[in-house]
């Protein structure tokens, strides 16, 4: 099953193909069955026997372009066209599109973008900016993420935060919906909004938008489990008729198929476990038991954002179970969460409530943690309706940063010690590049019903003796945070439409 990783670096099934084996050859017309290559494209591509195999897969997307912008008119002072840029035959510089940027969309700046697109249908698209901003750049250090204004045809307008790195030309991207007519439209970025009340704050460079239009047939994502991962003596099966792809996976006791999901973002998918015949198996999802598999089924579970483990373990000993495929759909209303902002709950020590311009509520909790044997927590009650799983969501930030080196771009994590009614686990937070730069991290937690006290801690950890500090040994050096990331609020979520105990 050809699979493409697109320029946006989310996984994309393209199609499912016959593909006919000449002298022991096979091949693929990219540009023409299969989109056309270039640089940043990557395909995976697994051959199965086909006799009996059939093609469920469809293209996650009816119509998409790219639009470069270096070639969008503009308008206004300080409008800069950059590079070129790393190729690969210059590898010595960060890969961008087209090879050049644009720059000019900056605090106190009057610069205007305008793309020229034309769209085959009516239609909701998928719009997605590529762009940087540097973290440590002056001009960023009031914001953290830089805001433009996003315009269709003059109106529609929309303000997008624009992503941070550790260095320009380090490509993310913000993306956002629009709703356009068949035929030609402009599609405006702006350092000003539209009747001039409010501007861009900080510097971003933009590099290309990719518009398209999601294709509904491919709500579901389909992962079959002839291409899954097999472990203990699970075997592929592919004379089994009337299954979904080439063939099934056979698991018995200890056996197990292991599936690889993505999700866009943390919260609730709908996962379908498709079965041939009876089964027996135990279902698990990032490492926590979500239930037994007796037959097909649809279970809820909360994935993270990014990719999720989900394995079937055979459990017996004279039977196979044949599993076919996963069906994943993103849902909500079934797990629902309740978020716990910062600022309400109990602080000690240092711990103080901060304002912060893209907080939940424009205010987060930073300060806490420090040197050993510091009391500065902050401490969340939280209330479940029943014992088991939940998802704990925390949506931080972690501005601090050690200098980056070429094989190491972010070598520092802050930690906290999060105590689940006195069970201490250790959770460690990656950069976010600035203090108002907020993203969310989950991690499974076990609850009790009723009130929960859910604790943040943190202190500098000892070298490796157990005994010595690295700010002792290299002073002045950043090697190990003391702090624990500034938290904006926490949200917790039943884990599965089944609670289970904790596993690990």
């Not at 440590?136 to 529609?156: C, H, K």
């Not at 599609?187 to 909004?193: D, F, G, P, V």
């Not at 489990?225 to 592929?236: F, K, M, N, Y």
């Not at 609730?268 to 135990?282: P, Q, R, T, Y």
């Amino acid at each position: 099953m050809p699979g493409q990783i697109g320029d946006s670096g989310q996984p994309e099934v393209v199609a499912e193909l016959v593909a006919p084996v000449v002298n022991g050859r096979v091949g693929f017309d990219f540009g023409n069955s299969l989109p056309r290559l270039k640089e940043s494209s990557a395909y995976q591509i697994t051959l199965a026997p086909g006799g009996s195999a059939t093609a469920p897969a469809v293209a996650p997307k009816l119509w998409q372009a790219t639009y470069e912008a270096e070639d969008a008119a503009h308008t206004g002072t300080g409008w800069s066209r950059n590079g070129p840029e790393g190729t690969p035959s210059d590898v010595a510089k960060f890969y961008t599109s087209g090879t050049y940027n644009v720059g000019g969309l900056r605090t106190n700046s009057d610069v205007v973008l305008n793309f020229n697109v034309s769209v085959p249908q009516n239609g909701t698209y998928d719009l997605s900016v590529f762009a940087n901003s540097l973290n440590t750049y002056n001009l960023i250090a009031e914001q953290g993420p830089t805001n433009i204004f996003l315009r269709v045809d003059g109106g529609a307008e929309q303000e997008l935060s624009m992503p941070l790195g550790y260095k320009w030309v380090v490509w993310d991207h913000a993306d956002t919906k629009v709703n356009l007519t068949a035929g030609s439209h402009t599609i405006t970025l702006a350092a000003r909004n539209l009747n001039g009340t409010r501007t861009t704050k900080g510097d971003v460079i933009i590099d290309k938008i990719d518009l398209s239009l999601p294709n509904p047939a491919a709500a579901q994502a389909i992962y079959e489990a002839e291409h899954a991962t097999l472990v203990g003596g699970a075997r592929t099966l592919h004379n089994q008729t009337g299954v979904s792809g080439a063939g099934v996976a056979a698991i018995r006791q200890g056996q197990s198929v292991s599936f690889w999901v993505y999700s866009p973002v943390d919260g609730e998918s709908a996962v379908d476990v498709d079965m041939v015949g009876s089964a027996n198996a135990g279902l698990s999802v990032n490492g926590q038991n979500v239930g037994d598999v007796t037959a097909s089924k649809r279970v809820k579970v909360f994935l993270s954002g990014g990719i999720n483990k989900i394995t079937l373990t055979g459990k017996s000993t004279t039977t196979d179970t044949r599993v076919d495929r996963l069906r994943v759909q993103r849902t909500q209303g079934t797990l629902v969460t309740t978020w716990y902002e910062a600022e309400n709950a109990q602080r000690a020590g240092t711990a103080v409530i901060a304002d912060y311009s893209l907080a939940s509520g424009g205010r987060a909790v930073t300060n806490v943690g420090g040197d050993p044997g510091n009391g500065n927590t902050l401490t969340f009650t939280v209330n479940a309706t029943q014992a088991g799983v939940y998802a704990l969501t925390v949506r931080y930030s972690n501005p601090e940063q050690a200098p980056a080196t070429h094989y190491n771009p972010d070598p520092l994590a802050r930690h906290a010690d999060i105590s689940i009614n006195g069970q201490v686990r250790r959770v460690t937070f990656p950069h976010s590049f600035h203090a108002n730069n907020y993203w969310e991290l989950t991690i499974p937690v076990q609850l009790v019903q009723g009130q929960n006290a859910i604790r943040f801690s943190a202190a500098e950890l000892p070298n490796f003796d157990g005994t010595t500090y690295a700010s002792d040994t290299f002073p002045g050096v950043l090697l190990r945070s003391k702090q624990a990331p500034i938290v904006d609020r926490i949200g917790v979520t039943p884990f599965a439409d089944t609670l289970s105990p904790l596993v690990g």
